[in-house]
């Protein structure tokens, strides 16, 4: 499941792209993929994107009188004109397997192609084997707030008080959405690994100085990560079909059974929620 890195590297990607854009056409494939139909998206222009948790938010202006192409015909997913002029913001979860893809070509769309966005420019394809994704469109000032933003820091003093009553493992609460905002599974592991924390600890044990170095190793993995534009152990690739460099970064993450490169211990391997959780049993206490 792409992570806070691999969604920042799609929005500073599209960020590059997409700002002044008008859309030209929307083509949904695939009915499940969220309820987009009655909003008018041709002939708006692209005002930015960003990221807010694991969430890409795409900031559209209000719609042109003339959007001079119109939608794919009926059948094949078409955007129906939504009456109101109000700014919108699409919002888009890649959950499992989804990814992004720009294409400027006439070739076809790949496989597993669940919607397109057409500019002038290129086209904006969503893949998704697995069919989890989600998107959908709404008034831009009802975007729910943020929580916790790692890359912009995590606050040690109220990430304690947070977890002070909770006695759910460390890495359990560092990837649940309602506390911090982007963390999931592999940077969860590393982020425990630099801090030298044992991810099964209770998030409520941790000490001043422990979640101080949970922001320290967070402010370490998270933006070399994004520099590397994300972590390719699978399927993941970036905006332009590239796979990210960060897995040669990667200190504990899919290493059982190898060395620690800090002391030299074997690098284990267990379950924390139902997901599989690395870290060193020596350097993680």
């Not at 792409?2 to 599209?14: D, F, G, I, K, Y």
Request: proline share 7%; charged share 30%; hydrophobic share 35%.
């Amino acid at each position: 499941m792409p992570e806070l890195p691999e969604v920042e590297t799609l929005c500073r990607q599209l960020n590059e792209i997409l700002p002044g854009e008008k859309i030209l056409a929307v083509e949904v494939l695939d009915p499940r993929l969220g309820t987009t139909e009655d909003e008018g998206l041709d002939g708006r222009k692209i005002e930015r994107v960003y990221r807010q948790g694991k969430y890409i938010r795409i900031e559209m202006g209000k719609r042109s009188q003339d959007p001079g192409i119109s939608g794919p015909e009926k059948g094949r997913g078409k955007i129906k004109q939504k009456p109101s002029d109000d700014r919108l913001t699409a919002a888009l979860h890649l959950r499992m397997t989804g990814r992004l893809l720009w294409q400027t070509g006439s070739e076809p769309a790949p496989p597993y192609t669940r919607l397109v966005i057409s500019f002038a420019a290129g086209r904006l394809i969503l893949i998704d084997p697995r069919r989890f994704a989600t998107f959908c469109v709404r008034p831009s000032e009802t975007a729910p707030a943020l929580v916790e933003n790692p890359l912009e820091g995590l606050p040690p003093h109220h990430l304690k008080k947070t977890a002070e009553k909770r006695r759910l493992p460390v890495k359990s609460f560092l990837m649940d959405q309602r506390f911090v905002a982007g963390i999931g599974n592999i940077y969860a592991c590393e982020i425990l690994y630099h801090a030298g924390i044992d991810p099964r600890r209770h998030a409520g044990s941790l000490s001043d100085a422990e979640w101080r170095k949970v922001q320290k190793a967070s402010a370490a993995v998270l933006p070399r990560a994004v520099e590397c534009r994300g972590t390719t152990v699978s399927d993941w690739r970036d905006l332009f079909g590239m796979s990210g460099e960060n897995q040669n970064h990667l200190e504990v993450y899919s290493r059982e059974g190898k060395p620690c490169r800090r002391c030299g211990g074997m690098i284990q391997r267990t379950k924390i929620g139902g997901r599989g959780t690395w870290f060193c049993p020596i350097c993680q206490k």
